[in-house]
């Protein structure tokens, strides 16, 4: 069965760092592209950024770009984001989510992470 | 950025009945168009890709259609646990998502 599972979520003041991790399972990790989607309160769904099966190729948001960073370890199965220079409005649910092919639609989501940015 | 549009924002609408929901792309995204499905307090659940395929799992009531910038999810019956959230997606130029329709019971 596919898995994933986010950690490293919490509560952080504007403008600190926080690394989210995702674990996964059930599935050959590093033939997927992997991606993070955020979700503020009652807000819908936005994509955040997306990182290629061999980890060498990585994209962004422009509303994340130059702060956040993706990753990942696939020798461990695991997807990380690196979050610096955090703002309010980053405030959200964070899920990790696994390509159904490359560059292919979600088929597999995490239950996701609370990150709240707030003072 | 491509820019995915749906409409109506609220759908209300009682068990049986069908549910059409509209997503409009702000340039041609080609058929690279899925369809997910959020309930509360639930993770997003992908039901349609590439405009007209249903994922592993989905029932046929669930349907897509359309190309270019005009995309439709149709739901032919309406059951009970179809009341939710519903989102498109492109992957034509890395991701967005449409702002969500949600369907609620009538």
């Known amino acids: 069965e596919v898995q994933l599972l986010e950690s490293g979520g919490g509560l952080v003041q504007p403008g600190g760092s926080l690394r989210l991790s995702c674990a996964a399972s059930?599935?050959?990790?590093?033939?997927?592209?992997m991606n993070w989607v955020r979700q503020a309160p009652g807000k819908g769904l936005e994509w955040v950024s997306a990182?290629?099966?061999?980890?060498?190729?990585?994209y962004y948001a422009d509303s994340v770009k130059g702060r956040f960073t993706i990753s990942r370890d696939n020798s461990k199965d695991m997807l990380y984001l690196q979050m610096n220079s955090l703002r309010a409005e980053d405030t959200a649910i964070y899920y990790c989510?696994?390509?159904?092919?490359?560059?292919?639609?979600?088929?597999?989501w995490g239950q996701g992470a609370l990150v709240t940015v707030s003072s | 950025e491509i820019v995915l549009t749906q409409s109506p924002a609220t759908l209300s609408l009682s068990p049986g009945e069908r549910a059409t929901l509209s997503c409009r792309a702000s340039?041609?995204?080609?058929?690279?168009l899925a369809w997910y499905q959020q309930k509360p307090g639930q993770t997003p659940r992908l039901l349609i890709y590439?405009?007209?395929n249903r994922a592993t799992g989905i029932p046929a009531r669930f349907s897509g259609s359309g190309s270019g910038t005009d995309f439709t999810l149709t739901i032919s019956s309406l059951e009970p646990e179809d009341f939710a959230v519903y989102y498109c997606?492109?992957?034509?130029?890395?991701?967005?998502f449409g702002q969500g329709t949600k369907v609620e019971i009538k």
């Open positions: 989510a696994k390509e159904s092919a490359f560059r292919g639609p979600f088929d597999c």
């Open positions: 059930g599935f050959t990790f590093n033939s997927y592209g």
């Open positions: 990182i290629n099966g061999s980890g060498v190729n990585t």
């Open positions: 340039q041609s995204v080609s058929t690279y």
């Open positions: 590439d405009a007209s």
């Open positions: 997606q492109q992957r034509y130029n890395w991701w967005t």
